[in-house]
């Protein structure tokens, strides 16, 4: 909020024992109730453009996934979560369907976009499985116990993008 560039005193000394004197880019964030005046660094903006970058893609796949028939119920950072009938979710396709996104991000191309993940019953679901065998009336049971599927995406995808760079 309001960025301003200034002349920064920084930390350290140079090579004759003189303060360091660099420009910097401040800014004003919010703390709880309160504004303070910040410092953005370099790693702290390479930051914030790998991980915007990566929730684009990671977007991308979602929709291709969603549409699909996969339900997703949660995002965080760089993971997804579906959840969906058992025998429905398919580990391979799931994670295809993540990173198959050059047609919505044409500027990906070539990247080494790859993620991985997990299928596995949610705790509600294993839950109603031991009710539903325990129950004697069996038409009461209407919920479908449903699997989870698991896929961390873009840090798996920065990550080997890294590494072929260098």
């Known amino acids: ?19 360091v004197w660099k420009p910097c880019v401040w800014y004003w964030t919010s703390s709880g109730k ?7 660094w370099r790693g702290q903006w390479t930051e914030n453009a790998v991980q915007a970058t990566a929730r684009d893609l990671l ?4 929709q291709n ?7 997703s119920v949660l995002t965080v950072y760089d993971e997804n979560v579906t959840e969906n009938p058992v025998g429905f979710a398919d580990l ?6 993540l990173t198959d996104i050059e047609e919505q991000a044409p ?13 596995g019953m949610t705790p509600n679901a294993i839950r ?11 038409a009461v049971k209407a919920r479908l116990p449903v699997a989870r599927t698991y896929a ?9 993008f890294k590494a072929e760079l260098r």
């Not at 391979?92 to 369907?97: C, D, N, S």
């Not at 500027?107 to 299928?119: L, R, V």
């Open 34 to 40: 309160h504004w303070r005046r910040v410092k953005g």
């Open 59 to 62: 977007w991308y796949g979602i």
């Open 128 to 138: 109603w499985l031991h009710e539903w065998r325990a129950s004697a009336n069996l």
């Open 65 to 71: 996934a969603e549409a699909a028939g996969y339900k």
């Open 1 to 19: 909020f309001h960025p301003t560039v200034a002349q920064t005193l920084m930390p350290w000394l140079d090579k004759n024992d003189e303060p």
């Open 92 to 97: 391979e396709q799931f994670t295809g369907l």
């Open 107 to 119: 500027w990906s191309a070539g990247w080494p976009i790859k993620c991985d993940g997990w299928i």
């Open 152 to 160: 961390m995406h873009a840090r798996t995808c920065f990550a080997n």
